[in-house]
């Protein structure tokens, strides 16, 4: 185990960066611009788009490198960020909404989600009720405080409190939403008839990749949230994505280590907005995200240097999914 000591590197102010950044081989044309961006969006989020410019090792910049060619790229995700986290808000709604229809037909049982026999994992399932409770028991929305003062629930005497599965199904987050839906005990598909929702409702094959996609968009939508790094970041394999893509379009392939074949890239930003793209039409939703994320690009030309590392096929406006070709 590495030894460990304390922090003791002073903070540095904006200047002092830029100097370390001139010292490092970036050009900075307006010292003063460059200093109140950093001085806005701080050094530490911002390094992250100095990173694709530098050696790995000496920490300089490629020749020709400007302040401006990385805020060009801090810009362009911060706009891919926006564009990609208000389609996941249709996606995610859509799916709250879809799957606990479904189940409460199914189950005849508007309170579902409290009955534990449905779920493999009983303990992540207690731990999503746990903290719904909590959420329920301190909200002050109109419907919750009504609710309250209202009504109780005779299905379950552990969790009496706790509202029908349409108005619970809102208060979770999508994560507890992901791990709940991918706790789904397997013994159950037939009689949920699970995979029919998938393809019926989602028009994804099966209901175990979906909940595949779901973790990936989750993964996604928390970047997106938090306004971290989006663009060549790496995320969970949408397991079966690669089947609906078009078999005309060659992926982008991952470096392979010594000895072993290249495999195609599927844990990158493309596979996921393909992902998005998949659910949100079966959810109903017909404009397609291509042209969009197409301007976006185009719009900042910076980023024309990173479609590999974000996993865009070169061919990729040819994918029928994202254009109406």
Same mark, same amino acid.
């Given at each position: 185990?590495?030894?460990?000591?304390?922090? *003791?590197? @002073? *903070?540095?102010?904006?200047?002092?960066?830029? !100097?370390?950044?001139?010292? *490092?081989?970036?050009? /900075?044309?307006?010292?003063?611009?460059? %200093?109140? /961006?950093? !001085?806005? =969006?701080? $050094? $530490?989020?911002?390094?992250?788009?100095?990173? @694709?410019?530098?050696?790995?090792?000496?920490?300089?910049?490629t020749p020709g490198t400007s302040f401006e060619d990385c805020y060009q790229l801090y810009i362009f995700d911060s706009e891919l960020r926006h564009y990609i986290f208000k389609i996941i808000e249709q996606v995610e709604i859509g799916v709250r909404s879809l799957f606990d229809q479904w189940m409460t037909k199914q189950k005849d049982n508007p309170f579902w989600y409290l009955d534990s026999s449905l779920f493999s994992e009983k303990g992540e399932q207690v731990k999503t009720v746990s903290r719904l409770r909590d959420m329920f028991k301190n909200s002050k929305e109109d419907y919750a405080v009504h609710y309250k003062s209202k009504h109780y629930n005779e299905y379950c005497s552990f969790f009496?409190?706790? @509202? @029908?599965?349409?108005?619970?199904? %809102?208060?979770?987050?999508?994560?507890?939403?992901?791990?709940?839906?991918?706790?789904?005990?397997? %013994?159950?598909?037939?009689?949920?008839?699970?995979?029919?929702?998938?393809?019926?409702?989602?028009?994804?094959?099966? $209901?175990?990749?979906? =909940?595949?996609?779901?973790?990936?968009? *989750?993964?996604?939508?928390?970047?997106?949230?938090?306004?971290?790094?989006?663009? !060549?970041?790496?995320?969970?394999?949408?397991?079966?994505?690669?089947?609906?893509?078009s078999k005309e379009i060659p992926l982008v392939k991952t470096k392979a280590p010594q000895g072993k074949h290249e495999e195609d890239q599927l844990n990158r930003l493309y596979t996921a907005i393909i992902a998005i793209q998949k659910l949100n039409s079966g959810i109903g939703y017909s404009k397609k995200m291509g042209p969009k994320l197409a301007q976006i690009i185009e719009s900042h030309p910076i980023s024309s240097r990173f479609m590999a590392s974000m996993g865009f096929p070169k061919e990729w406006k040819k994918e029928p999914l994202l254009f109406d070709l």
């Open positions: 185990m590495a030894k460990l000591s304390p922090y *003791q590197k @002073p *903070q540095q102010s904006a200047v002092e960066l830029c !100097n370390k950044l001139l010292n *490092q081989g970036l050009l /900075i044309n307006d010292l003063k611009v460059a %200093e109140n /961006i950093l !001085n806005r =969006c701080s $050094y $530490y989020r911002f390094k992250a788009y100095l990173y @694709p410019f530098q050696d790995n090792k000496t920490k300089v910049f009496r409190d706790l @509202p @029908p599965g349409w108005v619970a199904i %809102e208060l979770m987050t999508f994560g507890d939403l992901t791990k709940l839906m991918s706790s789904l005990a397997d %013994e159950h598909y037939n009689s949920l008839k699970i995979n029919r929702f998938a393809k019926s409702k989602l028009t994804v094959e099966k $209901y175990k990749s979906l =909940c595949s996609w779901l973790i990936t968009i *989750q993964q996604v939508r928390n970047r997106c949230a938090h306004h971290n790094r989006l663009f !060549n970041s790496n995320f969970a394999s949408p397991t079966g994505v690669k089947r609906i893509l």
